[in-house]
């Protein structure tokens, strides 16, 4: 499936928030190293570290609190392409459009209070769906 319940799909609501978070890690590796050609390596070590970590914490690694939110595992084509691949969009949006990052930090923070208020990670895209 290509949308839909992040257990059986490789894009879901949260592929948005990727691409934003994209375009605002590499607006900041862009800050912090300002002489260096390409970032895309370092937010590809990013992206991919934090889906391991994502992974364990899926699996109760902090508590069930946390492993309830998250409502199931990723399916593994959505962990390893869909969200990869969506960062590297953000990378390349703002690349070529930079003032984007303002956009990005509003519908980013707008994205991730609602999230983190409900009670399930998914509750929204199961209401939008």
């Known amino acids: 499936m290509l ?3 992040k257990s059986e ?3 879901d609501i949260w592929s948005c928030e990727h691409i934003l978070t994209g375009i605002m890690l590499t607006y900041l590796l862009t800050f912090l190293f300002p002489r260096k050609k390409s970032n895309l390596e370092m937010l590809l070590i ?3 570290t934090w889906e391991c970590i994502e ?3 899926e699996e109760g690694l ?3 609190t946390i492993k309830n939110w998250f409502a199931g595992t990723e399916y593994w084509a959505n962990r390893i392409i869909g969200d990869n691949c969506m960062m590297i969009l953000g990378y390349f949006i703002y690349i070529k459009w930079k003032k984007c ?4 930090l509003f519908l980013g923070s707008l994205f991730l209070y ?3 208020t409900s009670t399930s990670s998914m509750d929204i ?3 939008l769906f």
């Open 125 to 127: 895209q199961k209401f």
């Open 46 to 48: 990013l992206s991919l």
């Open 55 to 57: 992974h364990y914490l």
């Open 62 to 64: 902090l508590g069930n």
């Open 3 to 5: 949308f839909g319940d």
């Open 9 to 11: 799909a490789i894009f």
């Open 114 to 116: 609602f999230h983190l």
């Open 101 to 104: 990052i303002y956009i990005a």
